[in-house]
């Protein structure tokens, strides 16, 4: 084992010192043999594929057709299906609905006053679990309402309830289908990792080109970004139904069709809801950064705001998408958690007491509204306006703090940032096509060997080598000071219930946040550049590896624990000599989600000035250019699957060692 131990340390050391060698001198080995192939993948054997999906792309929507009608005709019929009912909500929660057109239009029915619309999210927060809840969701609401936001916040709210059916409707029906035929399984799967990893923007480029600028292509991007989790988890829900219920409806004489949606379907009810969860979070999610192809509502607020420098308004925004996003998450939690209730008898009253409520409130101030407009759109001269106060504060902030913040921004570049920079962005591309396949095969294997290989030269090859080395160096030190945090933090959570409670609801509130929110305050308190970038992912990415470590920790079986006490360890022996040993599969894991967060920011803070993938797939949308978006995309998404395999591999590794 010792030799075993010195060979595979030896192995690891001896990489390390080249790739550092090579790193540090390749620039002048490139000045010394005027061999500039050496430090950039020669501009003749680079592929031409973002030319190539661009104009493929083009021919798509101006040239293919499918005998009887054109490709063309199949977009604007998705986008109509889309549209109808888009407008439908729209007019119902905005704009209200009208006949005629512009000037000459006349309105035959108002939308629901913001009084409806909270007496009615309320009524759901009670239906779905208890009073408390819907007091939040009522006051998340009110909120809205009372700091100016309610027409942007019923906007993101709209497409929110579009984008939702569809996803669950969609995931569960693809998630059934791979559940019954093993071949659709093994298509599914490499799509949805796929899927799951390519970068958010790279989504919006192909849909702008196919769909055009508005809220319907925002809305595609959506549900295609929203999909895969559903599918996932409704694949592991149907799985996870005991074979005993299967039985049992076969022997009831049970068709195919009546076990699953009689037997399977209802018992995985509890987990199909988490997935809900999950599709309604990052629909809301990709609907705030749609708002770059034309989505509106409050990702558009936020975005100009980001563009112009007010602080105040952006802030504002933000607020008011962390408080839509806490009462989505809370009423969808609770809806996921909630167990078989009984019929309740007796007449529509008294069986839906909360729905003749909702729809009493909607009646009537229907109607007062009419006479009375306070009572259908809340009063302007009642908003309050936090933006002078926000931009106040940060100015404060700057003034008073900017040299202790401007000194702890110069001692981590200079001593972290900027010199991790160097090591990554001076790896010669061919060495670290080499030392990609050796880290892949020694920890996977022949396989990730050789997948480490093609998706590394697919990279290269595209011409985003020091691109790349940017992405990876950013995801290094992010994930790095993420689990230098969070670690800590989930074994205090771990150790003292009373703090753990308080940690692990703080990093709640922090998943439901869309990355858009946390641009804001790095911002006003760093400007751009990669600490802001730095600063931003590891806020975003930080909740996996406190979670995975309080799990891991809690999951160590307690005779384990008894035994350690009754040789004599103390508390801190046992955490570092048993506890922390048996954890490190879920610390590994959390590591791995932790770069799959800080991946998936680090595009979103191309909008802060990194010189990455992330800014190559910014260009690529704000230029409608397709092929390149997507080729930036894929390099992302090869980066994120490398990752995720060796850090598997290394999760199965300790696993086996540890008997578990």
Known sequence: MRKLFTYNSAFWIG?????WVLSSYSFALYKALDARWIIRFPKQWELNLDGVISDFLNWLVESAGFYLFSFKDVTRFV?????APYQILRNLLIEGFSMGVGASATQILPSLSWIAVIVIVTAIGRYAKDWTLAGLVGACFLYLAVFGQWESAMVTLASVLIAVPIGVVGGLFLGIAAYRVAWVNHVLRPILDLMQTVPVFAYLVPILILFGFGPVA???????YALPPMVRVTIVALQSVPPELVEAGKMAGCTKRQIMWKV???SAKPTLMVGVNQVIMLSLNMV??????GAGGLGFDVLASLRRLDIGAGIEAGLAIVVMAIALDRASQAFSERGYQAALKGNFLQRHPYSFVAIAVTLVTLVIGLAVPAIQTYPASLTVTTGAFWSDAMKWINVNFFDTLEAIKVVLLQWLLLPVKGFFTGIPWAWGILAMVLIGWRIGGLALGVAALLMMSFIAASGL???AMVTIYLCSVSVLIATLIGIPLGIWAAEKPRAGRIILGAMDTLQTLPSFVYLIPVIMLFRVGDF?????????????AVRYAAHGLREVPDQLI???QMAGCTPKQILRRIKLPLATPHLLLGLNQTTMLALSMLVITALVGTRDLGQEVYIALTKANAGAGIVAGLSVAFIAIMTDRIVTALADKQRKRLGV
């Not at 600063?535 to 996996?544: D, G, N, Q, S, T």
């Open 532 to 544: 802001s970038a730095m600063i931003a992912v590891v806020l975003y990415a930080l909740a996996p």
């Open 79 to 83: 986008a109509s299906l889309i549209e």
């Open 15 to 19: 990489l390390f010192a080249l790739t």
């Open 264 to 266: 399977l379907v209802p």
């Open 288 to 293: 705030i950064i749609a708002s770059m192809i």
């Open 218 to 224: 925002a809305l595609v991007a959506t549900v295609i």
């Open 562 to 564: 008894e035994a350690g």
């Open 465 to 467: 080598w020091a691109k």
